[in-house]
């Protein structure tokens, strides 16, 4: 509800020509003026540039917020600061029975950011980094291929929204000229037939700076730098609700379509050593095949690199 009010005094003070009045604030939101006055104080303590006067208040300006009610309708936990939205995520879930709506955990920087096969991602500021906690019951072979949609839709939006050309490589990491943008990471958690959770964890490079020691790029080094954490989720959101629906064949063609791997000579390092071989295909376990001569290898986890 306390979202729902600050939601409404922030449209109606954005983008409005004259200063809008505490009394027709008031009168639209059914509450008091002392009410409205309250709001708008929290919203100036959170940075918003509020100017108040005698006629009313007005936004006059904008700033890439992230907070719960800029998200109209999504379930959203924002924090400033965390170690990692999927500990948070785990924290939440923990003891609580499956969500029917998806909840959604965003932080503005994380201390320590986990990224896929036990590495770190570093989480500056600047970065959109969430942990969408989606609704489960699902069986644990719906994982693979969750991942793989999940990095081809992030793909599929910077292409489209910024002219980026973003790649999807197997399984989800999203590369621009060789170098990283975005990352996901899933986890899972439940029974060996059902799933009791299934965290979808996507770090972006948005305005932060990104490590030098690692490839890595960042959008505002790709196209303006007003591009907002804000669109980005708004729009992502929207995508991956869209894509809920979708059959295995549709995600794998949908992922197809957004990378250039297929076909190129590729090094898997695993565990138990190396495979080289071509990149031919995913399938519908979410598996990559790698044709080396007459063998074809089904590769389900690794760190792909082209040779
Ligand atoms: C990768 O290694 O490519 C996956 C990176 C995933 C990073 C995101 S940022 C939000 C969420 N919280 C984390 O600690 N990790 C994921």
Known sequence: ????????????????????????????????RVAVWK?????KEKGYDICSSGAGYMLKSEKDFLYPWEFPGRDITYVENTES???LAREMKEGQPPDR??????????SGGRGRLGRKWISREGGLYFTLMTSSSLPPSFAPLESLKTGALLASLLRKTYSIPAQVKWPNDVLVDGEKICGVLIEIGGEVDRLSFMHVGIGINV?????????ACSIKNLVSPSVTRKDILTRFLKDYQKAQSWEPDTVLAFWKRHTSMLGKTVRISQPFGTVSGTAVDVERDGSLLVADGNRVHRITAGDVRYA
Do not use: C, W, Y
């Open 101 to 110: 709506e998806m909840k959604i955990i965003v932080a503005g920087k994380q």
């Open 207 to 215: 305005a932060n700076t990104v490590p030098g020691e690692v490839q």
């Open 85 to 87: 939205t999927m500990i």
């Open 1 to 32: 509800m306390v979202n729902d009010f600050k939601q409404h005094i922030l449209s109606s003070i954005r983008n409005t020509t004259a200063p809008v009045s505490g009394e027709t604030l008031s009168g639209n939101l059914g509450i008091s």
């Open 39 to 43: 709001h708008i104080s929290s919203l």
